[in-house]
């Protein structure tokens, strides 16, 4: 799964939520609350439900959308550059590299 599909179901979840605007959660607390909402709900539920409220108030879930996507790129955003970070291997030593004891490269 692409960190873009991680995303959206991250969006989906805090959509189908019972996440208020007023609420100020952490990073940790979206974590808690979206695998809380994935254990009750189902992504397929999670899906549905957001489904239903743009199909039935569309201003009003729109609205959620974008609140719940700027939360979710917000919190998780430098998580994921953290990660980046941390994983990156060290480059390897050149192959064409000079002998360390300074003889010449001969082809095979």
């Keep these: 799964m692409s960190r873009l599909d991680v995303n959206q179901a991250r969006r989906e979840a805090l959509f189908a939520s019972g996440l208020q605007q007023s609420d100020a ?3 940790d607390a979206l ?6 909402t994935v254990r009750r709900l189902g992504i397929g539920g999670c899906i549905s439900l957001m489904a239903q409220e743009f199909g039935d108030h569309p201003e ?6 974008r609140w719940v996507r700027g939360l979710v790129d917000k919190a998780f955003a430098l998580r994921a550059s953290r990660a980046a970070h941390s994983t990156q291997t060290p480059t390897a030593p050149s192959v064409l590299a000079a002998p360390a004891d300074g003889s010449e490269l001969r082809a095979a």
């Design 31 to 36: 974590t808690e609350l979206i695998s809380c």
């Design 25 to 27: 959660p952490t990073a």
């Design 60 to 65: 009003a879930a729109a609205e959620r959308m």
